[in-house]
Structures are given as C-alpha cells and as structure tokens.
C-alpha cells in the first residue's frame, strides 16, 4: 500500500509537471538608422593673378627696359610656345579632373539620398 | 452482477479509449492545420516581401543607370574641354592647321591679350570649382559656364 502511495505521487507530480507551459521569449531588434556624415567645405580659392608677356627678337629690349623701369628684377621665366601649350592643357586637364571628382560625388549623392 | 459489471468497465474503457483516440486525433489535426495556415501566411508574408524588394532593386537599378549616364555625359563634357583646347593650339577655325608659335610671334601683342585673358579664365575656373560664387557677368560669359555648371 505504501509503495502504492509513492507510485501514485511521483505519477502525479509527472502529469502536473506536464502541464507547466514556458512562456515564448520575443527579441525585438529596432534598426537605428546611421547618423549623417557632414563634411565641411572646401577650402575657397583665391587665385593670384599672372601675367604672360611674349619676349621676340623685336621686343626683348623693350620688354626688358619696362621691367628696369618699373623696378623688376632682369629675369624672366620664360616658356616656349610648345612649353606655353603644354601647360594650357595640363591645366585643363586638372580642372577636368576636378570636375569629374565633383560629378562623382554629385552621383553618389544622387543614388544614396534617393534611396533615404 | 459482478461480471456484468466486468463487461461494462470493460466498455466504458474502450468507449474512454476510443474518445481519447479522437480526441488526440482532433486536437492533432487543429494543430497541423494550424501550422499549414501559419506556413501559408508566412509563405503570403515572404512573396510580398520579395515582391516588393523586387520593386525597390528594380527601382535602384534604374537610378544607377541615370545616374551612370549623366555621369558618362559630364565626363565625356570635361573631355570634351581639353580636346577643345588642344584644338586651339593646332588648328584655326577653318579647319587649317596652326602654329602657335609662329602666330605669337607675328602677333605678340595680340596673342599676349588672348592669353592673358585665357589664364584669368582658367584661375577664376579654378575659384568657381572651389565654391566662388559667380558675378552676373560671369553668369553670361561662355568661357565659363562650363565651370559655373558642374557646381550646380
């Protein structure tokens, strides 16, 4: 009878044990979005003025009184035409460069902050 | 009595077993039927999200070949710059060839002008492309609209 009594009581504390429930854990993951970059501005250029002066066989005394008259040291830094040309174009080139920089950043702007 | 008795519990225990039977089995096939409405809400779920995700790459790529073009255009623009200045150096406006050097020679003072006028375009581009803001003047001058456009 005894041995009966314990059957019965761990039989029961088995189906009571069944019956508990463990109650589902939710994770909620909420998507921070990231904070927007500001970059500063460009530094603004402010270019010095150059003047070009062209040095012939005709001119070169004159060209080289006015500068004893206005007090300029007597050297110039001269450039042939080729020389004159080659830096006209490196120019251009870097100035298509830059803007070709700037297209890129514009086109970066335009793809990501239409997708915002 | 006692063995009628016998034969009832005996029917009552099959009848109870019965009913469990078909009680688990109900109770079973709720919960399959269950689980097949909640895969098929999922599957709802899972092909309107991938439809719509569908748009939106569609959409994307979309942008990124305008983007891509307009992109090309400005670069073939900027090309189009230098090309246009080289030009100037090697060939008049008929189509002849030139020599720079030969003209400045001839015509210093004149070729001095255009010069000096080309080198104050190409600084005040460079003030412009850095973020100068352009006169009026410069709003209408030719030469350097194609600095005053790439800001904007």
């Given at each position: 009878m005894?041995t009966y009594?314990?059957?019965l009581?761990?039989?029961?504390s ?13 994770l909620l993951?909420v ?9 500063p ?6 270019m010095?003025?150059i003047?070009w002066?062209i040095?012939t066989?005709?001119?070169v005394?004159?060209?080289f009184?006015d500068?004893k008259?206005?007090n ?5 830094f ?6 004159y040309?080659a830096?006209?174009i ?6 298509k460069?830059i803007?070709q ?13 239409a997708?915002? | 009595m006692f063995?009628?008795l016998k034969?009832?519990i ?5 009848f109870?077993m019965?009913?469990g039977?078909a009680y688990w089995?109900y109770?079973?096939s709720?919960k399959?039927?269950?689980g097949y409405a ?8 899972g092909?309107?999200?991938q ?6 790459l569609?959409?994307d790529?979309?942008l ?5 073009i307009?992109?090309n255009?400005d670069f073939?623009?900027s090309r189009k710059?230098?090309r246009?200045l080289?030009k100037t150096f090697t060939?008049?406006k008929n189509?002849e060839a ?10 210093s003072g004149?070729?001095?002008?255009i010069?000096n006028?080309g080198t104050a375009?190409v600084l ?7 973020g ?7 709003n209408?001058d ?5 600095c ?5």
């Amino acid at each position: 009878m005894k041995t009966y009594n314990i059957v019965l009581i761990i039989l029961t504390s088995f189906f009571l044990a069944s019956c508990s429930t463990i109650q589902e854990l939710k994770l909620l993951t909420v998507d921070e979005p990231r904070p927007t970059l500001v970059v500063p501005e460009v530094d603004q250029l402010d270019m010095d003025n150059i003047t070009w002066v062209i040095v012939t066989p005709e001119n070169v005394q004159e060209v080289f009184q006015d500068l004893k008259d206005k007090n300029i040291r007597l050297a110039l830094f001269s450039l042939t035409s080729n020389g004159y040309q080659a830096i006209s174009i490196n120019n251009a080139n870097i100035i298509k460069l830059i803007k070709q920089q700037e297209s890129i950043i514009a086109a970066y702007e335009q793809y990501y902050e239409a997708e915002e | 009595m006692f063995g009628r008795l016998k034969v009832y519990i005996i029917m009552f225990s099959a009848f109870a077993m019965f009913a469990g039977v078909a009680y688990w089995y109900y109770q079973d096939s709720q919960k399959q039927l269950q689980g097949y409405a909640k895969n098929q809400a999922k599957l709802e779920i899972g092909i309107e999200l991938q439809r719509k995700q569908a748009v939106t790459l569609l959409a994307d790529i979309k942008l990124m070949n305008t983007t891509l073009i307009e992109l090309n255009e400005d670069f073939v623009e900027s090309r189009k710059q230098v090309r246009e200045l080289e030009k100037t150096f090697t060939e008049k406006k008929n189509g002849e060839a030139r020599d720079f050097g030969k003209l400045a020679e001839q015509k210093s003072g004149l070729v001095e002008k255009i010069i000096n006028s080309g080198t104050a375009n190409v600084l005040r581009c460079f003030e412009l492309l850095s973020g100068a803001t352009p006169t009026e003047k410069e709003n209408q001058d030719e030469n350097l609209q194609h600095c005053i456009n790439n800001i904007n």
